[in-house]
């Protein structure tokens, strides 16, 4: 058992200062408000404590690809064949030591869990491991060994395009049929630290016959590709006479317990659909900004009935407090109208919401029974000196860098700013990288 002393805490309607949080097996035992200064035996928190923050959509391998496809012009689809290299690469070894670098990243931002959106099953060529799920057993072990929970969401990766045959690269994701991907996938299994979920990687990689079988294969949470690009909303059309989001509905594949990620380019019928539904919508606003895709409707999507959570997704930066402030930012740009959610709103987004959209109810908030999976955020930095202990200034003002502490399961995975699993986080963010960009 362990006792917190926050100094001052978020509990999701408001501030409260000198927070006792008790901890014991995993879970918060109870809460207590007006502690003016840390009782003997508990860990003192300076700043503003948080409940941790979900990363509802990652590909921890694009790690490697940061400040390396950055460089000129070029679109998704350029940007497309420089992953498809780097992919190329990875063996499960290397893919532990790139993924277990990356969520310890993820753990000095204040994650406390990812949802790993995993296509990239096989060896080179389609070969099979003689393990089939090498590559999603590394990211489970990856990240235990980084501290946080993960929700591996294997995805159904099986063709080209719409009708087409998967690329040299492709075969790589391919199970060949969504019936043997649900076999393969379906030898997975969850425990304390991971949740087992289902994703559709998108409309044209998964025949329209094929989309129930995912959607509903093993029964946790499913992830999707919605509408990321126009052409894909334009080739489906041609192929289905429908939208992505239309074809999805005909075949089982929304519903509470969906997420579409971006869902940027929508008509109005797909965000009723969404809506009514209670689909929810992964925004990724530094990947879609860095990647020139757009803007997504997220103030509407919400209005019509989707919960929001947010994403890193290519991990142009891991930071997790940016990406609520810049769905915020970018709807400004757009609309032309500031303070379209709250900061207690946007938390909510990157906290709770995120943690619902992954299959873990019961994190993402500090209260008895919750688990204990929270991280505070320094209120004495550069950014954050003078801003007050209040979501504004977590969402507004702070960032990764002024993440102090975070705790998953009651025990701190950071501490003072420091990792306390892996040593060196920068070095093992190198090296790993080395063996993916220099192979």
């Not at 041609?238 to 089982?252: D, I, N, Q, W």
């Not at 550069?382 to 007050?388: C, D, E, I, K």
Request: hydrophobic fraction near 45%; aromatic fraction near 4%.
């Amino acid at each position: 058992m362990t006792t917190y002393w926050a100094q001052h805490a978020w509990t999701g309607d408001e501030v409260a200062d000198g927070v006792l949080i008790a901890t014991a097996g995993g879970a918060i035992t109870s809460v207590t408000t007006g502690a003016a200064a840390p009782p003997a035996g508990a860990v003192p928190l300076a700043g503003l404590t948080v409940p941790g923050l979900a990363n509802a959509h990652s590909h921890a391998f694009h790690r490697a690809l940061r400040g390396h496809v950055q460089r000129g012009q070029g679109t998704f689809w350029t940007w497309r064949e420089l992953m498809y290299a780097a992919a190329e690469r990875l063996t499960p070894e290397s893919y532990l030591a790139l993924a277990r670098a990356t969520y310890a990243e993820m753990a000095l931002a204040g994650i406390t869990a990812v949802g790993e959106f995993h296509y990239l099953h096989h060896a080179p060529g389609g070969r099979r491991y003689g393990d089939p799920n090498a590559m999603g057993h590394a990211l489970i072990r990856a990240a235990a060994e980084a501290g946080i929970r993960i929700t591996l969401l294997d995805t159904a990766y099986l063709s080209a395009g719409f009708g087409a045959e998967p690329t040299a690269h492709q075969l790589r994701f391919s199970d060949g049929s969504a019936q043997a991907w649900a076999e393969r996938a379906g030898e997975l299994k969850g425990d304390a630290h991971t949740v087992i979920g289902a994703a559709i990687h998108s409309v044209r990689a998964v025949p329209a016959g094929e989309l129930t079988t995912v959607a509903t294969a093993l029964g946790g949470p499913l992830h999707v590709h919605l509408s990321e690009q126009r052409a894909e909303n334009e080739a489906c059309l041609a192929a289905h006479g429908a939208t992505p989001t239309r074809l999805l509905a005909e075949h089982g594949a929304l519903g509470p317990r969906t997420t579409a990620v971006h869902a940027t380019h929508l008509t109005d019928g797909d965000i009723e659909l969404l809506g009514t539904t209670a689909t929810g919508v992964c925004m990724c606003p530094t990947t879609e900004r860095d990647l020139a895709d757009g803007i997504g409707p997220a103030l509407a999507v919400q209005a019509a009935g989707s919960p929001l959570s947010l994403g890193s997704d290519s991990h142009a930066v891991i930071d997790l407090l940016e990406e609520a402030r810049a769905m915020e930012l970018d709807e400004r740009l757009r609309t032309h109208v500031r303070g379209n959610w709250t900061a207690a709103q946007l938390l909510r987004a990157a906290t709770g919401d995120g943690h619902a959209a992954l299959g873990w109810e019961r994190a993402g908030r500090i209260e008895a029974g919750a688990l204990a999976d929270f991280t505070t955020v320094a209120l004495d930095s550069v950014r954050t000196a003078g801003a007050g202990a209040t979501a504004e200034a977590a969402v507004f003002a702070a960032g990764a860098a002024d993440v102090r502490h975070t705790v998953v399961g009651g025990r701190q995975i950071v501490r003072d700013g420091v990792h306390t699993l892996i040593e060196d986080v920068p070095a093992a963010l190198s090296a790993a990288i080395r063996q993916v960009i220099d192979a």
